[in-house]
């Protein structure tokens, strides 16, 4: 059998143009030969839908689009993602669900088992679980299909398994051939490496093919990787879509491949493309054709316009240079180095009038008081305001350009170098933003050296470094991976990092940086454990005072 697996980028709720998308892939499946065309995991609807699927109007737009979609198919077959709607009196009715196509009708509908409800996964809040597993001939294969967390839970790869059923196991008893997993999986790095040794063990214990098939593309903060798989009975890989783009390829099951060893690329060409996508994704959506960044001279605004130039093309791509009377000659010469060697637009705008202006019309509330973080921070709120301003005036995307470290503790200011549309290195930390521009400058210098190699600092103030409030990026990331990523606690930590006092105060900053965090801009996810939907943390506790 010759199936083709198409990966596609849909777009949430845009029923007509996914139909489309999934229908334009049957179509040129099926004229380069194939018998089946296999779409990814709600492909009609684009995923994650949320509360959408929660509008009765919604449910039956997909529906009738789920039909029409039938009506268009002919002897070929053809699998997508959609929802289905029952009358049962429990629970939502509701149900994640591949449908098969062919002859012009829907033939078969296999639901979701396995409703997954952790990280960035919110199932169960929306979808009811399959009652059993089934299998269905077609042409001269017995299709076994499942849908994306079904097939996350064999016996054979997993040491701890989050359910006790294994809905993929039971079509392989019953008879399946072929196995079919249609996919939302979002990307983590290191996540693509885990898939194929997940898949390969499967395939090769089970002795039965396997077709992955995986969307593509950014849906806010989730970033989707493509690369959809084919493995043999024997567990090789034979097939892999693109990463980072659409496709469309041709598996045969009767052909013979060589396997395919190489899967990822290094860390930061990973990163980079995934943030590249992830800004891309979120402007075309959107409807935003330019992106505004405020350059400080930093490493962080200098990575981040590197990206979005990368992402959007250095003609929509726009730079603020906001200098007060703390910031450094060589920060603005810095700046112009970078946009020379990116070949972007700019405007420099001082902002020290401003500033000075708002301490006069606040001195006599202050009454006197010394300065401290008030007036620091004042320097950055009148920069997020002429940011979002220039962004009112000309529909600008505004880049914020804060890092994870930074996040993390709290070492950035709401309404200030916070304000902004999307966060893009705010799952990144800073010992690995030093990482990646070290990548971008391999061949040539692109980031100016003298950026990559000052002290950090916010230039708030005289002298300032980043070091007068946080331990050293290295010892700061360590503890940061561990505690948000590992789930690690302080006595845990301190048995690896010999700092007792450091972390107790880093975690305390963490702790009650939550309410910055609930008012951020969406972060692209590239870790296993990003801010944003997928790390739920109260603002209010007594856990850690």
Same mark, same amino acid.
């Given at each position: 059998?010759?199936?083709?697996?198409?990966?596609?980028?849909?777009?949430?709720?845009?029923?007509?143009?996914?139909?489309?998308?999934?229908?334009?892939?049957?179509?040129?499946?099926?004229?380069?030969?194939?018998?089946?065309?296999?779409?990814?995991?709600?492909?009609?609807?684009?995923?994650?839908?949320?509360?959408?699927?929660?509008?009765?109007?919604?449910?039956?737009?997909?529906?009738?689009?789920?039909?029409?979609?039938?009506?268009?198919?002919?002897?070929?077959?053809?699998?997508?993602?959609?929802?289905?709607?029952?009358?049962?009196? /429990?629970?939502?009715?509701?149900?994640?669900?591949?449908?098969?196509?062919?002859?012009?009708?829907?033939?078969?509908?296999?639901?979701?088992?396995?409703?997954?409800?952790?990280?960035?996964?919110?199932?169960?809040?929306?979808?009811?679980?399959?009652?059993?597993?089934?299998?269905?001939?077609?042409?001269?294969?017995?299709?076994?299909?499942?849908?994306?967390?079904? /097939?996350?839970?064999?016996?054979?790869?997993?040491?701890?398994?989050?359910?006790?059923?294994?809905?993929?196991?039971?079509?392989?008893?019953?008879?399946?051939?072929?196995?079919?997993?249609?996919?939302?999986?979002? &990307?983590?790095?290191?996540?693509?490496?885990?898939?194929?040794?997940?898949?390969?063990?499967?395939?090769?214990?089970?002795?039965?093919?396997?077709?992955?098939?995986?969307?593509?593309?950014?849906?806010?903060?989730?970033?989707?990787?493509?690369?959809?798989?084919?493995?043999?009975?024997?567990?090789?890989?034979?097939?892999?879509?693109?990463?980072?783009?659409?496709?469309?390829?041709?598996?045969?099951?009767?052909?013979?491949?060589?396997?395919?060893?190489?899967?990822?690329?290094?860390?930061?060409?990973?990163?980079?493309?995934?943030?590249?996508?992830?800004?891309?994704?979120?402007?075309?959506?959107?409807?935003?054709?330019?992106?505004?960044?405020?350059?400080?001279?930093?490493?962080?605004?200098?990575?981040?316009?590197?990206?979005?130039?990368?992402?959007?093309?250095?003609?929509?791509?726009?730079?603020?240079?906001?200098?007060?009377?703390?910031?450094?000659?060589?920060?603005?010469?810095?700046?112009?180095?970078?946009?020379?060697?990116?070949?972007?637009?700019?405007?420099?705008?001082?902002?020290?009038?401003?500033?000075?202006?708002?301490?006069?019309?606040?001195?006599?509330?202050?009454?006197?008081?010394?300065?401290?973080?008030?007036?620091?921070?004042?320097?950055?709120?009148?920069?997020?305001?002429?940011?979002?301003?220039?962004?009112?005036?000309?529909?600008?995307?505004?880049?914020?350009?804060?890092?994870?470290?930074?996040?993390?503790?709290?070492?950035?200011?709401?309404?200030?170098?916070?304000?902004?549309?999307?966060?893009?290195?705010?799952?990144?930390?800073?010992?690995?933003?030093?990482?990646?521009?070290? &990548?971008?400058?391999?061949?040539?210098?692109?980031?100016?050296?003298?950026?990559?190699?000052?002290?950090?600092?916010?230039?708030?103030?005289?002298?300032?470094?980043?070091?007068?409030?946080?331990?050293?990026?290295?010892?700061?990331?360590?503890?940061?991976?561990? &505690?948000?990523?590992?789930?690690?606690?302080?006595?845990?930590?301190?048995?690896?990092?010999?700092?007792?006092?450091?972390?107790?105060?880093?975690?305390?900053?963490?702790?009650?940086?939550?309410?910055?965090?609930?008012?951020?801009?969406?972060?692209?996810?590239?870790?296993?454990?990003?801010?944003?939907?997928?790390?739920?943390?109260?603002?209010?506790?007594?856990?850690?005072?």
């Amino acid at each position: 059998m010759k199936i083709a697996v198409a990966q596609i980028n849909p777009i949430i709720g845009d029923i007509k143009g996914n139909k489309k998308k999934i229908l334009d892939s049957y179509f040129d499946g099926v004229k380069q030969g194939a018998d089946l065309v296999v779409c990814p995991e709600l492909s009609l609807l684009g995923y994650p839908p949320l509360d959408m699927v929660e509008k009765k109007e919604f449910r039956k737009a997909v529906q009738i689009a789920a039909e029409e979609i039938a009506s268009e198919t002919k002897d070929a077959g053809l699998i997508f993602g959609s929802i289905h709607e029952t009358d049962d009196d /429990i629970g939502t009715n509701l149900y994640n669900s591949a449908f098969l196509c062919y002859s012009g009708k829907i033939k078969f509908i296999q639901h979701k088992t396995l409703i997954p409800n952790y990280d960035v996964f919110d199932e169960m809040r929306y979808f009811e679980c399959s009652k059993d597993a089934e299998i269905h001939k077609f042409k001269d294969q017995i299709l076994g299909i499942s849908i994306c967390e079904d /097939i996350w839970n064999d016996k054979d790869y997993w040491k701890k398994r989050l359910y006790q059923n294994d809905p993929v196991e039971l079509q392989v008893k019953k008879g399946a051939t072929l196995l079919i997993n249609i996919s939302a999986s979002p &990307y983590s790095y290191g996540k693509r490496l885990a898939r194929k040794e997940m898949l390969s063990t499967l395939a090769r214990q089970d002795k039965v093919k396997l077709i992955y098939a995986c969307n593509v593309g950014a849906q806010s903060e989730l970033i989707f990787d493509g690369a959809s798989m084919c493995f043999d009975e024997y567990g090789n890989l034979l097939m892999l879509g693109k990463l980072y783009e659409n496709d469309l390829f041709i598996y045969d099951t009767e052909k013979i491949y060589s396997p395919i060893i190489k899967l990822e690329n290094s860390f930061e060409e990973e990163i980079i493309d995934a943030l590249t996508l992830g800004i891309k994704d979120y402007c075309n959506k959107l409807g935003f054709k330019k992106a505004l960044i405020g350059l400080s001279g930093g490493i962080d605004s200098a990575l981040v316009t590197y990206i979005a130039v990368r992402a959007l093309g250095k003609e929509n791509v726009h730079v603020l240079l906001l200098p007060s009377k703390y910031s450094s000659e060589g920060s603005v010469k810095d700046s112009l180095k970078l946009i020379a060697n990116l070949g972007i637009s700019h405007e420099e705008i001082s902002i020290q009038s401003v500033v000075d202006a708002t301490l006069e019309s606040l001195s006599k509330f202050f009454n006197g008081k010394p300065e401290d973080r008030t007036e620091e921070n004042i320097q950055s709120r009148v920069r997020g305001q002429i940011l979002m301003a220039i962004s009112n005036k000309f529909g600008y995307l505004v880049l914020t350009t804060g890092n994870k470290s930074e996040l993390a503790t709290g070492y950035a200011t709401l309404y200030g170098d916070m304000c902004g549309g999307l966060a893009v290195i705010a799952d990144v930390y800073k010992t690995d933003v030093y990482r990646l521009s070290n &990548y971008i400058n391999r061949k040539k210098e692109i980031i100016p050296r003298e950026i990559i190699q000052k002290a950090p600092s916010a230039e708030l103030k005289p002298n300032q470094t980043d070091q007068d409030t946080l331990p050293p990026y290295e010892v700061l990331d360590k503890i940061l991976r561990m &505690y948000l990523e590992e789930n690690k606690e302080e006595q845990e930590i301190s048995d690896i990092v010999k700092a007792n006092e450091t972390i107790s105060k880093v975690l305390l900053m963490v702790d009650q940086s939550e309410y910055k965090r609930k008012q951020a801009a969406p972060a692209l996810r590239v870790s296993n454990k990003a801010f944003g939907y997928g790390r739920r943390y109260p603002i209010v506790q007594g856990w850690r005072k």
